[in-house]
């Protein structure tokens, strides 16, 4: 890790473990250069935002050399940035004053599959001889010319695209612009460690990994059986897509994948303080795949399921049923938590459709989510406040939903531009007559400079949340324990080195009460949020919490 004298970062191999990670879409977080898409020097720009905000790392979204089908998630070059983002002098840049502020960068590994204009690709497809024929993931048609088997994209239709060079399908999880890589093909993994180990040697403190239990196929190409209706949700595909009709034991979560984990990990051991959370994308195995995934210290530091991305309603018992389950399935294992990403609907509008106090809402998921057991990403725009964006057919850029509209509008809602200042154009994203997306007026008088120094805004709740919990090192590492949820209102302790503290939240836009359990727990401030505590009880406003210590 490259870090200057006057950074203060530190080579803690553990600074991972209970971080708070924030997430940036280069696209839509600051455009330098006026061409109406955000990119590095942007980025650069920004990070006192980051810092003041207390985040301990970010996470950028790809920024490779792409053709931008599924912007960005479509590598055609691992080793260089795409001329829409900047260069790699602009990277180092970036790295150089994230440490300076002393915040590290993480960045987004799609290794899975590549865009078809990799040259990897180019040279596979063309033909079955060449030196890497078998790097991606090709098959015979069956005897009738249809695909190999029943496999679906997540995006829509086959997961199988007949190539005529070939003769041939390949295989593609997503768009059919974006080939499975065969990593069963011993140099395809070789090939994706040297990429890995290039970031590293330019000084990025970890990764997050793209879909990463999609790294492997069924080398016998089966048939995935049906799932039962009953069985079916839509925690990882909307409900509109024919993708969860099925069981998906064999066009991904392989067992093979362990092996090539435990050699990922290896690489980054070679390197100090490096981390990788991986995303692991299943609607019925997600936490039982995250525990094999974080078992025995040998594989991933972290990953991050989809139960809280999901679109079921956040009720206390859900809360406490979701942790319980991740200490089950993972009990060797780190979580780390989201409301939001760049994939969903943003969490305030996803939850909190009929809330009135869509502020008070967004606030208390604040403290719940930092609150947890667990790591967590914070996604751009979560610390404003900002609800979906309700944006027109005309204006979807996403290939997602343009393909399952109108009945799911795709990822663009939450992909639209960060807002920095509400009275200037685009909300100070870009100078540009338009951007890549459009800004939603909604937003604007949310923007940064609108919130920063008023106290009751959901910005500066953030902040001082933050600064609260690193005050108590019970919320990044200690343990949880939930009481039975009463109401509306959730319950539970984290305790650390000696440290017990109470954490109580009112889920409800109606007050609310709670007996305090037994013990001398004595009240704490400078969190942010206001509640009331009589001798036997604490009252809770409409979206409150209160946090206590106990006393010895």
């Not at 994203?429 to 940064?448: D, I, Y």
């Not at 017990?500 to 889920?507: I, Q």
Request: aromatic share 12%.
């Amino acid at each position: 890790m490259n870090i200057s004298p006057d950074s203060p970062l530190t080579p803690d191999k553990d600074w991972w473990r209970g971080a708070v990670i924030y997430q940036i879409y280069p696209r839509s977080f600051q455009d330098s250069n006026g061409d109406g898409v955000g990119d590095l020097k942007g980025i650069t720009a920004r990070l006192g935002h980051v810092a003041s905000l207390g985040a301990d790392a970010i996470w950028i979204s790809p920024f490779f050399t792409s053709p931008m089908k599924d912007y960005g998630y479509d590598v055609a070059n691992y080793e260089d940035i795409d001329p829409i983002f900047g260069t790699l002098a602009d990277f180092d840049a970036l790295i150089a004053e994230a440490h300076r502020l002393g915040i590290r960068v993480m960045i987004d590994l799609v290794i899975s599959h590549t865009s078809d204009q990799h040259p990897w690709f180019v040279e596979s497809r063309s033909s079955r001889f060449n030196p890497k024929a078998d790097w991606y993931v090709w098959a015979d048609a069956k005897p009738d010319g249809s695909p190999p088997n029943n496999w679906l994209s997540i995006f829509g239709g086959s997961a199988w695209q007949w190539h005529s060079t070939r003769m041939q399908y390949y295989m593609h999880n997503f768009l059919t612009s974006q080939p499975d890589l065969n990593l069963h093909n011993p140099q395809v993994q070789d090939a994706l460690l040297a990429i890995a180990r290039f970031w590293l040697q330019r000084g990025v403190d970890g990764f997050r990994l793209d879909t990463i239990n999609f790294y492997f196929h069924d080398l016998e190409l089966r048939d995935n059986p049906a799932l039962a209706p009953e069985a079916r949700n839509a925690n990882t595909a909307p409900a509109v897509n024919p993708y969860n009709f099925q069981e998906h034991l064999y066009d991904k979560n392989r067992p093979e994948n362990l092996a090539f984990l435990k050699r990922f990990r290896a690489v980054m051991e070679e390197f100090p303080a490096i981390a990788a959370v991986g995303e692991v994308g299943d609607s019925q195995r997600g936490l039982e795949i995250v525990g094999e995934y974080t078992s025995d210290n040998d594989k991933m530091h972290m990953c991050y399921a989809f139960e809280f991305l999901a679109p079921d309603p956040l009720i206390p018992r859900r809360v406490a049923e979701v942790q319980r389950a991740f200490e089950a399935a993972a009990p060797q294992g780190w979580a780390c938590w989201a409301f939001s990403n760049h994939d969903v609907v943003r969490h305030v509008s996803r939850w909190g459709g009929q809330v009135e106090d869509k502020d008070g809402f967004a606030k208390m998921l604040a403290g719940l989510l930092l609150s947890l057991r667990g790591s967590v990403c914070l996604y751009e725009g979560e610390e404003l406040g900002l609800t979906e964006a309700d944006l027109s057919y005309e204006d979807l850029r996403d290939p997602y939903g343009i393909e399952f509209w109108p009945e799911f509008k795709g990822r663009d809602g939450c992909r639209t531009p960060m807002v920095w200042e509400a009275d200037a154009t685009h909300g100070g994203f870009t100078v540009a007559g338009r951007s890549w997306l459009p800004t939603p007026v909604e937003h604007l008088p949310k923007a940064v400079d609108r919130q920063t120094g008023n106290p009751r805004s959901v910005l500066e709740l953030y902040r001082r949340f933050l600064a609260f919990r690193k005050r108590h090192a019970a919320f990044a590492k200690g343990t949880i324990a939930f009481f039975e949820p009463e109401n509306s209102i959730l319950a539970f302790t984290r305790h650390y080195e000696g440290e017990t503290l109470l954490c109580l939240f009112n889920m409800s836009g109606e007050p609310g009460a709670i007996a305090l359990p037994a013990g001398n727990w004595q009240a704490l401030a400078d969190h942010g949020f206001e509640s009331r505590q009589s001798v036997e009880a604490i009252e809770l406003p409409a979206w409150g919490a209160f946090f206590a210590r106990l006393a010895g």
